[in-house]
């Protein structure tokens, strides 16, 4: 449980710009301990962060695919402008 983990910043968390930690709960995946920076919003729940970066990264596969494999008609219109 996340409100039983250590929140103390460590001297290297510090020279990293680790300002401090709380223990938060995510309605989704439960609780976690988020990261406080200067001048930021506390960080989110890494499973959450990790899910979108996930889909981010499936979804650019995706377009890389087509983009590749699609017919060549993306060329033509484009010479078609061009004469």
């Known amino acids: 449980?996340?409100?039983e983990a250590d929140t103390t910043v460590g001297d290297?968390?510090?020279?990293m710009g680790v300002t401090?930690?709380?223990?938060e709960t995510c309605p989704e995946h439960g609780?976690?301990?988020?990261?406080?920076?200067?001048?930021?919003?506390?960080?989110?729940?890494?499973v959450c962060a990790r899910v979108e970066r996930e889909r981010e990264e499936e979804e650019q596969k995706r377009a890389e695919f087509l983009w590749r494999h699609l017919p060549l008609r993306r060329y033509r219109s484009v010479s078609l402008i061009a004469r």
Request: with cysteine.
């Open 1 to 3: 449980m996340a409100s």
């Open 12 to 15: 290297l968390e510090r020279r």
């Open 20 to 23: 401090g930690k709380s223990a």
């Open 31 to 46: 609780g976690y301990i988020a990261i406080h920076r200067d001048g930021r919003q506390p960080s989110g729940c890494p």
